[in-house]
């Protein structure tokens, strides 16, 4: 994999991330399913490893690792909100 390809697949997952983001504030179940499926296949391509980057490449996958990880706090705040609420429900009942 080279360094271009790392930068490409960070920024597709991050793309990736942000649609999930949007489907999970809409409720949109079947998209954030799909959604994260495609994260997952496109993750897998790092289970062999990915290249060290330097420079300003190192200084973009950073960034973009950021955003996915501030995607998922999101993703996991509006979940788990859901989720919270759902389990309130189903007590009351």
């Known amino acids: 994999m080279t360094s271009n390809e790392v930068l490409s697949m960070y920024e597709h997952i991050a793309g990736l991330t942000s649609r999930m983001v949007v489907a999970a504030k809409a409720s949109d179940w079947n998209q954030?399913?799909?959604?994260e499926n495609q994260?997952?296949?496109?993750?897998?391509?790092?289970?062999?490893?990915?290249?060290?980057?330097?420079?300003?490449?190192?200084v973009r996958k950073l960034d973009?690792?950021?955003?996915?990880?501030?995607?998922?706090?999101?993703i996991?705040?509006?979940?788990?909100?859901?989720?919270?609420?759902?389990?309130?429900?189903?007590?009351?009942?």
Do not use: F
Request: proline share 2%; with cysteine.
């Open 32 to 35: 954030l399913d799909t959604l």
């Open 39 to 58: 994260c997952a296949a496109a993750a897998s391509a790092t289970m062999g490893g990915v290249p060290a980057l330097d420079g300003a490449k190192r």
């Open 76 to 93: 996991r705040e509006t979940t788990e909100s859901w989720m919270g609420q759902l389990d309130r429900a189903m007590q009351a009942h």
């Open 64 to 74: 973009l690792l950021k955003q996915i990880l501030a995607n998922d706090r999101a």
